[in-house]
């Protein structure tokens, strides 16, 4: 393929002979290794050099205005939450972003007629500032209210007065805040914390998460209420039930495994639901019965009912079936399924016996539920024992909307519906079935214009992720809306590794099976070639996170089946990653370097082990947020200076720091925005395609 020229060749990196390290009798290089204080001097200074490199090509892409405004036109649209009652006379809540607001702002709404009244608005805040979550009090006086600098994590949670905007002086003991749940009275809330300054070891400060109460009002420390006093890895979630009964406490082994158990508010007795399980679930109270969601012996899920009094005491209410049981909502009455079929979504109704009485009928191929930290969040929402059930709902081609479902009628009713300058009806979304390597069927969604012909020439930007039980499902984005009005191909594939089709379909991928994820996405990237769409030239991959691992190893160990690769915030060094930040928890997915035989093979697929300066690499592109709590910033600056120093075959190689940006992105709309240029200029300048929206 052509290569595209560089304006300036970029700075060389100094080689550090001397790094390196040995694991399990074999030596290991690591020239880069001062890379690793990210706030030096010389790694400062070498990054801005790589970035003014990078920035004198995606600046000079010729429309990039062009797309600036059509990405511009997808993200800023009106985007408010489902609203959430507290307080007298129909007081609710909900968070609202506009057009052009830069950050979701907090508003209120006294009545149903009454106009909103914002109650808090980070817009107010240095741009680098987030507000991580919003929890108004259930008499709706009190906000609690999560803010972090330059990312999502370090959230410092404080109390507002809703009636005078003021703060009160309540200081919450520990750090990293998180996951808050009022007393049904209002007189203080449960929250998710690590230890503070000094009551953890050394190196151990962001560990022994645990779930802390605070009076509102009080000056004495808040009270620790659960946590695991052995593991320090495992993290925690809680949220109050609505009857105000119990709070539910979830202590979280990583992604793969969690135990819940019944905090009783009367007396704090705890009541074990689900622990020394293997298995995820999820627990709702509704009245006398504990709901229970889990894959314990059902690897696509079930349901399962036990009585408050015993809740450990489950049987079966809905069994496991063909299709992968996400969540369970009781709203209204009813319980609401959603299970995912072949990595889109459908939404079941069942009564309180688990009698399945109809399933809903969605806007199209999309999706309802979403991806958190906490597994996967259920897309229905609302009370009980109230009327509105709120569906949340997002495809490839129509962006987040929310729908209120009138039962009575057995509709969806729009309640708001974005206008993201993109008609649904002129794009197609298909999915197709290809073979891995070992003959595994694998799934994947082409997404294109109707009138886009299938003549071996298009552009097709390609995408996975592949761990962690997180499904690739029917998603929005800016990025890909603009990438389709380039008369481009969106195609995401449903490697193993992620939940797509249950437990099993992770664990497939999972230590010494991960190979199995890089081989279904080089596979998914030559089914594009044979199946007509594109050439090998025209693929443009990319991945975030551990997506960005998976895109990266696929094009170091099959650098003819694409043209381009852009991995975003990805974990590169698979043999040092446990000394970063909490990631030794992440051991449970990748396995463990110190282990000879899971050792070994992470080293046998480490992006910054297994560069080979006889391979042709694709051009690539590797941005790092350089605030990022969840994968080593340093790791893309060290794998960039590896390969442009070591693999001269290949390339060209950029760096595309992220600042002021954590793990899920920029801290502003417009930061987001430019990200998202960036990556489609990117593209655009290594595909050798035009950046001209048609």
């Known amino acids: 393929m052509n290569r595209p020229d560089l304006p300036a060749k970029p700075p060389p990196a100094r080689r550090d002979s001397d790094g390196g390290f040995t694991l399990h009798g074999r030596r290991f290089d690591d020239p880069y290794v001062w890379m690793e204080q990210t706030d030096d001097a010389e790694t400062t200074a070498w990054t801005a050099a790589q970035e003014a490199v990078t920035r004198a090509v995606l600046d000079g892409v010729p429309g990039r205005a062009g797309l600036r405004a059509a990405v511009a036109r997808a993200a800023r649209c009106t985007r408010p939450s489902p609203p959430v009652p507290a307080g007298p006379d129909g007081r609710t809540f909900l968070q609202r972003a506009g057009a052009d607001a830069e950050k979701p702002v907090l508003v209120m709404r006294r009545s149903a007629d009454a106009p909103l009244e914002t109650v808090l608005d980070p817009g107010t805040w240095p741009a680098s500032d987030v507000l991580v979550c919003a929890v108004p009090s259930p008499d709706g006086t009190l906000v609690a209210f999560g803010r972090a600098r330059g990312g999502s994590h370090g959230a410092v949670v404080r109390v507002l007065d809703v009636e005078t905007g003021a703060l009160l002086p309540d200081r919450l003991r520990g750090t990293d805040h998180g996951s808050v749940a009022w007393r049904p009275d209002s007189s203080g809330f449960f929250y998710t914390a690590c230890p503070e300054p000094g009551e953890a070891p050394p190196g151990e400060e962001a560990y022994w998460h645990a779930v802390y109460e605070h009076r509102i009002g009080s000056g004495a420390p808040a009270r620790r209420v659960f946590g695991d006093d052995h593991d320090k890895d495992r993290w925690c979630t809680v949220e109050t039930s609505e009857c105000g009964r119990f709070a539910v406490l979830t202590s979280w082994d990583f992604v793969n495994a969690n135990d819940v158990t019944l905090l009783r508010l009367a007396d704090g007795a705890l009541l074990p639901v689900a622990t020394g399980m293997r298995s995820v679930n999820q627990v709702q109270v509704i009245g006398d019965s504990v709901l229970v969601r889990t894959d314990l012996d059902a690897p696509r899920g079930r349901l399962c009912v036990a009585p408050v009094s015993d809740p450990a005491s489950w049987r079966t209410l809905v069994p496991e079936g063909p299709d992968t049981l996400q969540t369970v909502t009781g709203v209204g009455g009813r319980l ?10 459908r939404v079941s109704v069942h009564t309180l016996d688990g009698t399945r009485l109809r399933e809903l009928v969605l806007p199209s191929l999309g999706s309802v539920n979403r991806n958190e930290g906490a597994g996967v969040v259920s897309g229905i929402s609302g009370s009980w024992h109230g009327d509105d059930v709120w569906v949340a709902f997002t495809s490839f081609v129509q962006p987040p909307s929310l729908y209120r479902y009138d039962y009575a009628r057995d509709r969806l009713e729009p309640y708001h519906v974005p206008d993201a300058g993109l008609d649904p009806s002129a794009y197609t979304t298909r999915q197709v079935w290809y073979e891995s390597a070992d003959g595994t069927p694998v799934s994947m969604f082409i997404v294109h214009g109707v009138d886009v012909p299938r003549d071996g020439r298009r552009p097709v930007r390609l995408s996975g992720y592949g761990g962690f039980n997180i499904s690739v499902e029917p998603r929005f984005s800016a990025a890909g809306a603009a990438w389709l009005q380039l008369g481009g191909v969106l195609a995401h594939a449903n490697v193993r590794g992620g939940g797509e089709y249950g437990r099993a379909w992770h664990e497939a991928a999972v230590g010494t099976r991960r190979q199995n994820a890089f081989d279904d996405y080089v596979a998914a990237a030559r089914h594009l070639v044979a199946d007509g769409w594109t050439t090998p030239a025209g693929i443009a991959s990319r991945g ?26 990805p974990l590169l060094d698979m043999l040092r990653f446990p000394a970063f930040g909490h990631l030794d928890s992440a051991t449970v997915e990748y396995g463990s370097p110190d282990d000879p035989v899971e050792g070994a093979y992470l080293a046998g697929y480490s992006p910054y082990h297994n560069v080979r300066p006889d391979r042709p690499y694709p051009v690539m592109a590797f941005a790092p947020a350089l605030n990022d709590r969840n994968a080593p910033p340093h790791d893309p600056l060290k794998m960039v200076a590896l390969l442009q120093s070591g693999a001269p075959r290949g390339g060209p190689y950029l760096l595309v720091p992220l600042r002021d940006s954590g793990h899920g992105g920029g801290t502003t709309l417009s930061a987001l925005v430019e990200q998202d240029v960036d990556e489609l200029s990117f593209f655009c300048w290594a595909l050798g395609i035009p950046a001209s929206p048609v």
């Open 336 to 345: 609401y399924a959603v299970h995912a079929r072949a990595a889109s979504h």
């Open 544 to 569: 975030n996170s551990n997506g960005g691992l998976l895109v990266t190893v696929a094009a170091l160990q099959a650098p003819d089946a694409f043209g381009a690769v852009y991995s975003r915030v």
